[in-house]
T-cell receptor, first 111, second 116 residues
Framework: GEDVEQSLFLSVREGDSSVINCTYT??????LYWYKQEPGAGLQLLTY?????DMKQDQRLTVLLNKKDKHLSLRIADTQTGDSAIYFC???????????FGQGTELSVKP | GAVVSQHPSRVICKSGTSVKIECRSL??????MFWYRQFPKQSLMLMAT?????????EQGVEKDKFLINHASLTLSTLTVTSAHPEDSSFYIC????????????FGEGSRLTVL
């Protein structure tokens, strides 16, 4: 079945880069997403990438996709304390369709 | 931009009562809405896909008689947790797809249900 895996925790120092990794199993995944969730809040879409892309950059965020290895990463440059949150990777076979989420990576940014 | 609103954001109820959670797309029509459940420190689990004007499609293991979903209009879907028990306490999140535009999914802010 479909499965999305993430490491559970990441701790970085303020100003460093953070790299959050995700692997997925569904070869029909067409859209891959990164969401941010702050405590007690809903989900905020950070960025997404189509499966025919290798990389997407949006300000401090860079998404890399290795479709062969089914590996997705999110790099946050110049990480700030306000970036502390849980980051979810998700995949979907079609845009606007149901999402399969990873377990979430809790990012802790230390001053 | 598009906004999805959930109400209530927080509800506490006694065991055995039923609770209704609303999910509204505020400035677009959503033919499809999704309901997710999230336990503390865990991922979001898809419960069901709500289609306007037809029956919801439930994921395996989700009791459809326990979690009633109604999608009566293009801007509103409701989730009713019937005869709630403490194990139903969770964070429920809906999402809606604006299929006329990019098809991007928008998430509500979530509803935290606590059953005493």
């Amino acid at each position: 079945g479909e499965d999305v895996e993430q490491s559970l925790f990441l701790s970085v120092r303020e100003g460093d880069s953070s790299v959050i990794n995700c692997t997925y199993t569904d070869s029909s995944s067409t859209y891959l997403y990164w969401y941010k969730q702050e405590p007690g809040a809903g989900l905020q879409l950070l960025t997404y990438i189509f499966s025919n892309m290798d990389m997407k950059q949006d300000q401090r965020l860079t998404v890399l996709l290795n479709k062969k290895d089914k590996h997705l990463s999110l790099r946050i440059a110049d990480t700030q304390t306000g970036d502390s949150a849980i980051y979810f990777c998700a995949e979907s076979a079609n845009q606007g369709g149901k999402l399969i989420f990873g377990q979430g990576t809790e990012l802790s940014v230390k001053p | 931009g598009a906004v999805v609103s959930q109400h209530p954001s927080r509800v506490i109820c006694k065991s055995g009562t039923s609770v209704k959670i609303e999910c509204r797309s505020l400035d677009f029509q959503a033919t499809t809405m999704f309901w997710y459940r999230q336990f503390p420190k865990q991922s979001l689990m898809l419960m069901a896909t709500s289609n306007e004007g037809s029956k919801a499609t439930y994921e395996q293991g989700v009791e459809k008689d326990k979690f009633l979903i109604n999608h009566a209009s293009l801007t509103l879907s409701t989730l009713t947790v019937t005869s709630a028990h403490p194990e139903d306490s969770s964070f429920y999140i809906c999402s809606a797809s604006n299929r006329k535009e990019s098809g991007e999914l928008f998430f509500g802010e979530g509803s935290r249900l606590t059953v005493l």
